[in-house]
């Protein structure tokens, strides 16, 4: 049905402030008995009885039953009635539930975890796969008084959500007595914050066939999504920008990209997402050497359309005897505040230095770009040192302003092009909404190509060239 139709045009990871603990704690445990002793006491549970019928019932001789039954009457399991029969204690009445069923030793037992809890709803999630790094992620602002009273509050999430953490797997020393008798929280003896680090909260944002915004999912890590979800609904009202659809569209004249706009509505300037299905099918069945995709370039099946392209560029550049190493690869970033906002960003770029040679040759010269207000802008600049430290020396800073900062570029010298163009809807869509093309169309590969020559050749102002040079250096102030 159309009315169900969804497509991801975004995907942003929010960081949530979480936290891990050591936690130490006693719990009740339900614990079988050994085989007489559970016997004879679920015999005397159905009717009181004499020595001499218990050494009947279970072919014991008199010495044999004698120790049986002293060892329950020491335990303060059994007593003897006025009638000369054993019966059960209060002691002993307290393990049955029911007439005949297996009677359970409750016992105390220590024990302890290391588990982790954001911040915000104090659900507590799995210490597997977490990464201590607020990278590639737009982080959350939680209340203060949650920080400094987080051991506090922690003590008291784990007594009350003791049987979901149990059941999620993350107290594995904890034996249940095959689900039935689950083990309880005795008293939490102590509760030690370990470290910071973030939840990743992995977000896609989706539209409907109208090309407006969906209600966004809530999360499998939290206990309750919907106080978390007007944390993000406040983080983005912040970054909101203004509508630049028009600004796009004279980019597009620029770059001389007729298609892009065929998937827009001429009424209503909003993208219709059944258009673009419609142009991936016939560009499929096209020489045209274009390619539509809608989304980030860096989301998983964008980037696989795009080495797709790129695989056979490279294969014949391998088999070239010609070092193509002075060939440039520029990526030059928007200044769009969702960009990067995704750990796909960083495998994806990890990816693009990667294939730039092989033991052998050099394949191309890749370089990023990313946006600065100038070039004594240290502030941006350490930010994204801290963002991409470890592929720093590839980084250099742009100043904002090309192609009025609303659209990516990556261009591979007389192969290939991407252009990826991000329009900021907030009317009705939360975040920025990238739609972009892959082409090896010969002149529009040289097109972009010119333009992205000028402006890094180009000045903002005497003496303050486009191109800011290394990011590591601005950084440092120099």
């Known amino acids: 049905m159309m009315s169900d139709f969804k497509v991801i045009y975004n995907e942003v990871d929010f960081l949530l402030p979480a936290q891990r603990f050591n936690i130490q704690f006693s719990f009740i445990s339900q614990k079988g008995l050994p085989f007489i002793r559970e016997f004879l006491l679920r015999l005397i549970h159905l009717a009181p009885m004499n020595k001499n019928q218990i050494s ?17 009457v020491q335990r303060g399991e059994l007593t003897l009635s006025a009638d000369g029969r054993l019966t059960l204690t209060d002691k002993s009445n307290g393990y049955f539930t029911d007439i005949g069923e297996i009677p359970q030793l409750s016992t105390v037992q220590d024990s302890g975890a290391s588990l982790s809890f954001d911040l915000a709803t104090f659900s507590c999630f799995s210490n597997d796969n977490v990464k201590d790094t607020w990278k590639a992620g737009l982080a959350l602002k939680i209340d203060d008084n949650n920080a400094s009273r987080s051991e506090r509050l922690v003590e008291k999430h784990f007594q009350w959500q003791f049987n979901k953490i149990l059941d999620k797997g993350f107290l594995p020393n904890l034996v249940s007595q095959d689900g039935k008798d689950l083990p309880s929280v005795y008293t ?62 004279k980019s597009m004249l620029m770059i001389g990209d007729e298609e892009t706009l065929k998937i827009f509505d001429s009424k209503t300037n909003l993208i219709n997402p059944s258009y673009i299905g419609d142009m991936q099918a016939l560009e499929e069945h096209s020489a045209s050497g274009r390619s539509t995709f809608l989304g980030p370039i860096y989301a998983s ?74 070039g004594s802008d240290f502030r941006s600049a350490k930010q994204w040192m801290n963002d991409f430290d470890q592929y720093h020396k590839y980084i250099r800073g742009v100043v904002e302003g090309f192609l009025d900062g609303n659209v990516e570029i990556l261009h591979l010298e007389d192969e290939l092009v991407v252009v990826i163009y991000h329009f900021v809807q907030p009317e009705t869509l ?19 190509g010119s333009l992205i020559t000028d402006y890094l050749e180009g000045s903002s102002a005497f003496d303050k060239p486009n191109d800011c040079g290394a990011i590591a250096s601005i950084a440092r102030g120099r």
Request: proline fraction near 4%.
């Open 56 to 72: 009947t019932y279970f072919g014991l001789s008199r010495l044999e039953t004698e120790e049986a039954v002293s060892d329950l």
């Open 430 to 448: 939360p975040v920025s909404m990238p739609i972009g093309f892959i082409s090896t169309d010969k002149e529009t590969v040289a097109k972009v």
């Open 188 to 249: 939490v003896n102590s509760v030690n914050k370990l470290r910071q680090l973030p939840l990743r909260l992995k977000t896609a944002f989706q539209m409907d066939i109208d090309g407006k915004a969906v209600e966004r999912k809530d999360y499998e890590e939290l206990n309750n999504s919907e106080y978390v979800h007007e944390l993000i609904a406040m983080q983005l009202s912040r970054l909101s920008g203004q509508n630049n659809t028009m600004s796009i569209f």
């Open 301 to 374: 099946d964008n980037w696989d359309r795009f080495q797709k392209v790129l695989a056979p560029i490279l294969t014949t550049r391998i088999k070239q005897k010609a070092d193509s190493g002075g060939s440039s690869f520029t990526w030059i970033a928007p200044s769009d505040s969702f960009w990067s906002k995704s750990d796909r960003v960083i495998s994806s770029l990890s990816d693009f230095l990667s294939k730039a040679s092989t033991k052998e040759k050099k394949l191309y010269n890749p370089v990023v770009y990313v946006p600065l207000s100038d």
